[in-house]
């Protein structure tokens, strides 16, 4: 008879470790915070994350070190604002460097762009008609994807959504005011 009790003793506590490794590892592998996690929504689609607001200063530098990924030999520029946007740039014509003024009037389109409408166009002092120099600069230098010329129109946009930032995020143009000095932008996810 007490090889019979043995049996159950053995069984009931084989049964008790196989129930309390069942409780442990049902507990350490549900999340604790599985009502909070059920309950995090997410938007889907384009979302504005942020609102970035800046001065003249401050954009100035943020533009022309992005510009500076974009110089070569050829050819090298910056872009300012002041109480006009500016390209400053300057190429080389028979080994002297010949300075180029590009002047804009900057505008938001609704689908985040940038818009720049040529004001005037110079080789050193001397002003040249827009058309003409928006169509030869089309036409001779390898522009970033986001740059589109429009000669006719005597436009530059600039695609800023098409500018990725981080994986899935973007820029939106949203407020550029030259003459007070304040710019904000939308900090876009997809």
Do not use: R
């Not at 009931?12 to 592998?29: D, S």
């Not at 002297?96 to 166009?121: M, Q």
């Not at 928006?134 to 695609?159: C, H, M, R, W």
Request: glycine content about 4%.
């Amino acid at each position: 008879m007490k090889n019979k009790y043995w049996k159950y003793i053995c069984l009931l506590v084989l049964a008790l470790n196989i129930a309390i490794i069942a409780v442990i590892g049902f507990q350490v592998t549900k999340h604790s915070d599985q009502k909070v996690l059920d309950k995090v929504s997410v938007i889907k689609g384009v979302n504005k994350v942020a609102d970035i607001s800046t001065n003249t200063e401050q954009l100035n530098t943020v533009i022309n070190k992005y510009l500076a990924d974009f110089q070569d030999d050829k050819m090298t520029y910056k872009f300012y604002l002041s109480d006009k946007a500016v390209l400053e740039g300057s190429y080389k014509l028979f080994g002297t460097s010949i300075p180029l003024y590009l002047y804009f009037e900057p505008y938001a389109l609704n689908n985040g762009s940038v818009d720049l409408k040529v004001t005037s166009i110079s080789i050193g002092t001397l002003n040249i008609p827009a058309k003409t120099a928006l169509s030869y600069i089309k036409g001779a230098y390898q522009l970033p994807s986001f740059v589109t010329i429009n000669s006719q129109k005597q436009e530059v946009l600039i695609d800023l959504p098409q500018i990725a930032i981080a994986k899935d995020t973007f820029l939106q143009a949203g407020k550029l005011d030259l003459k007070n000095g304040q710019f904000v932008f939308h900090l876009m996810q997809k």
